[in-house]
């Protein structure tokens, strides 16, 4: 089975600095990652993905992750934050293959302050 | 890219209704569909899969009476929420399979309202 946790509930920061919002994943298998962000009453954006390849993914928005395998975890980062960023934030996993249904952390809310 | 068109946003019904929420694949084929629910302040939970011309698949927990799936076509899935009652209340989200670079396609969510 596969699970996700996202170590922070709610992570408030000031405009401008940087932010890492926490996701660690248990899987016996390899796995596929992903980030989505979620504005009230919308549904989920892509932020970005890792499926193989390089352990640096850079996505939208000015948001990058980096996969550790080692430590189970796919750290999201932004070095200058905006109002904008406020939102909900959310981690998933998922194994790929014929399962490929995704598993979601328990998201975290960004407030940026200004 | 792909786009998956969820109606309607919003419903408000009365305790003992029945709502049906669509799902339709707008520029591509989905032979499933992914149905969560999100309780708020909560995350996604995932109800079931419906599969195209077969029975859907329920996650363990979820009644199959209450929440009734179809995949009428390949560009059409429905959640029907049958005899709603206020605990019902929640945001429900399709979801299409991966593409062949693993992107899922959400839709844009219902707002359920049961009173």
């Known amino acids: 089975a596969q699970s996700v946790t996202q170590l922070d509930s709610q992570v408030p920061v000031f405009e401008e600095a940087p932010v890492e919002l926490r996701c660690n994943y248990s899987s016996s298998v390899s796995v596929y990652l992903f980030w989505y962000v979620q504005y009230p009453n919308q549904g989920l954006q892509l932020l970005l993905k890792?499926?193989?390849?390089?352990?640096l993914v850079k996505g939208i928005n000015g948001f990058e992750a980096e996969f550790n395998k080692s430590q189970t975890s796919f750290h999201l980062r932004k070095p200058s934050v905006h109002i904008s960023d406020t939102a909900e934030y959310f981690c998933a996993v998922t194994q790929g293959g014929s399962n490929y249904k995704l598993t979601f952390g328990k998201g975290t809310l960004l407030t940026v302050n200004p | 890219g792909a786009v998956v068109s969820q109606h309607p946003s919003r419903v408000i019904c009365k305790s003992g209704t029945s709502v049906k929420i669509e799902c339709r694949s707008l520029d591509f084929q989905a032979t499933t569909m992914f149905w969560y629910r999100q309780f708020p302040k909560q995350s996604l939970m995932l109800m079931a899969t419906s599969n195209e011309g077969s029975k859907a698949t329920y996650e363990q927990g979820v009644e199959k009476d209450k929440f009734l799936i179809n995949h009428a076509s390949l560009t059409l899935s429905t959640l029907t929420v049958t005899s709603a009652h206020p605990e019902d209340s929640s945001f429900y989200i399709c979801?299409?399979?991966?593409?062949?670079?693993?992107?899922?396609?959400f839709g844009s969510g219902t707002r359920l309202t049961v009173v």
């Open positions: 979801s299409a399979p991966p593409d062949r670079v693993g992107g899922y396609t």
């Open positions: 890792y499926l193989s390849g390089s352990t």
